[in-house]
């Protein structure tokens, strides 16, 4: 939807007021039809026991993308999450019949699990002074954690943020993107020069939405409590990066809710966009990819061939020294995973990994309750090649690499709602807070 239609939506909740909310998403439903993109009677299925045979032969996952058009959501050892298009359900059926498996069903309308979603966003915030695309002026940037936010108000919190702390807080634009929009990180520290480093992304793959959403809440966690937090806090130099990929992030606001790439190109067939988080320069070529342009996990042409692959490394290369963590936030499946994700093989020092790892996790239990699972990549997401947090560790030598994959477990997936949104992010600043301490 373009913002024309957001903000139409808006004042349709506004003049709807207290109406329920059955007859609320009726009326919406009609409003939100100039969407480019629809999924209506979309599933999403879970399939289980994917097979040696098959997975031989190539991917299920790929399979069904190129056989009935399927949106992989999430593919791993152990299951095959994919969106299957009303049109391709009984064929789709039919081949894992044959193949003897059963779809499991995750949801039966992947548009009403959109619509859902934004929804519950603009109940969130219709009492709030702004609306949700428009800043709201009096108070800064208008950021809040009620409801996922545009580029513009993220990046809008940046610049908030460094004028808020001057003397601490650096702002970077360390590249453009193929449709021209910057690339930004934050930098606070007391002492750049001597303190270790903790790196931390977001907004790697575009309808991962509650990445960003988690990453602007580590910074506003970090910043609004500077001058009390304690010293393995103050003592870090943090480099923020909540939004790595911003043409497919807004591309996802407007266009398509489940797109996952960038948007370069087109390189052929009309297809756009590379997997970024299949692009760097570590077993590039090798397994979990593809050099399908049109597939979702496309791995570009050449390793690094992208310019946010590009900025990114050229930025961490040069700021290697002292550089002790690298956090990257993705989701969803509520893991908490370190290297190696494109061989299966564990790094030296996994047992140091897998104990941080595991006391996150135990502190998220505690703080909100959610069941998050400690292991090593390959396990748990499959091999997979070019990934930023493998990279980091090859190239830069990381010691404490983590890919944070948030909520949920497949009840929404990338949809995820946004009165989730805070306590997601909390359990994303969980895991940032035990990474620091462990520095120490
Ligand atoms: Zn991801």
């Known amino acids: 939807m373009n913002r024309g239609g957001v903000e139409r939506l808006m004042l349709l909740a506004m003049l709807l007021g207290t109406a329920s909310a059955a007859n609320e998403s009726l009326s919406l439903g009609n409003i939100v039809a100039d969407l480019p993109e629809r999924y209506d009677e979309t599933q999403l299925w879970r399939i289980h026991n994917i097979s040696d045979a098959m997975r031989q032969y190539m991917p299920v996952g790929q399979l069904m993308e190129q056989k009935f058009g399927g949106n992989i959501w999430k593919e791993n050892s152990k299951f095959l999450d994919i969106s299957i298009g009303k049109e391709h359900l009984k064929a789709a059926r039919n081949f894992l019949d044959a193949h003897h498996l059963e779809p499991q069903i995750l949801a039966d309308n992947v548009q009403s699990l959109i619509d859902e979603e934004l929804l519950d966003g603009v109940q969130a915030t219709s009492s709030l002074p702004g609306t949700r695309t428009k800043k709201a002026s009096r108070s800064g940037s208008g950021m809040h954690w009620k409801d996922y936010h545009d580029l513009d108000t993220i990046y809008a919190f940046m610049r908030e943020v ?35 480093k903790v790196w931390i992304d977001g907004g790697i793959h575009a309808r991962e939405w509650i990445s960003p959403a988690t990453v602007t809440f580590i910074l506003f966690q970090l910043m ?10 103050r003592g870090l130099t943090w480099y923020i990066m909540p939004m790595m990929n911003p043409d497919g992030y ?18 052929r067939a009309d297809c756009y966009g590379v997997d970024l988080n299949r692009n760097f320069d570590i077993g590039w070529n090798g397994f979990g990819s593809s050099k399908d342009p049109c597939s979702d996990v496309f791995r570009g042409t050449s390793a690094a061939s992208e310019l946010e692959t590009q900025a990114v490394a050229d930025f961490l290369a040069k700021r290697k020294y002292n550089l002790e963590a690298y956090l990257t936030y993705h989701s969803y499946g509520q893991l908490v995973v370190y290297p190696w994700a494109y061989k299966a093989v ?14 996150a996790v135990e502190r998220i239990a505690q703080k909100t309750g ?56 909390l359990e994303g600043w969980t895991v940032a807070e035990t990474v620091a301490q462990s520095i120490g």
Do not use: C, M
Not at 167 to 180: D, F, K, P, S
Not at 224 to 233: D, T
Not at 346 to 359: E, F, G, I
Not at 414 to 421: A, C, G
């Open 370 to 425: 959610s069941t998050y699972r400690a292991s090593v990549t390959h396990e748990v997401l499959g091999i997979a090649g070019g990934g930023s947090d493998d990279w980091s560790r090859d190239a830069l030598g990381v010691k404490y690499v983590y890919t944070v994959e948030l909520r949920d477990r497949g009840t929404y997936g990338f949809v995820l709602p946004p009165k989730f949104i805070k306590d997601t992010a």
């Open 162 to 196: 460094r004028a808020k702390y001057p003397n601490i807080v650096r702002l970077y634009t360390i590249g453009q993107t193929a449709e021209g929009r910057d690339l930004k990180v934050l930098r606070i520290s007391e002492n750049p020069r001597e303190y270790k």
């Open 250 to 267: 807004e591309y996802s606001r407007t266009v398509n809710r489940l797109w996952r790439k960038n948007r370069s190109g087109p390189r």
């Open 346 to 359: 564990k790094v030296r020092d996994a047992a140091v990994l897998q104990r941080v790892a595991s006391t």
């Open 224 to 233: 609004h409590n500077w001058e009390n937090q304690p010293a393995h806090i």
